[in-house]
């Protein structure tokens, strides 16, 4: 059940970064500075995705060594 919800965040993370794209990519012409913040957030949210699937892949090795 743990590692459930560890993947879900993961994958929520993922979700996150495709909105912060849209949302810099609406705002480009518009307000470039939200855009900068929103790509900002993009590069946060995949730095997360693989840093939390890292962190699930290593409680679950782990749980099975025991």
């Known amino acids: 059940m743990g590692t459930k919800i560890y993947r879900i965040f993961e994958y929520a993370y993922i979700l996150m970064a495709v909105v ?12 470039r500075n ?3 913040l929103f790509a900002f957030f993009t590069v946060v949210a995949i730095f997360m995705f693989f840093f939390k699937r890292r962190f699930r892949r290593n409680m679950e090795e782990r749980s099975k060594n025991r």
């Open 20 to 31: 912060s794209i849209y949302v810099a990519y609406d705002n480009w012409t518009v307000n």
């Open 34 to 36: 939200k855009a900068y």
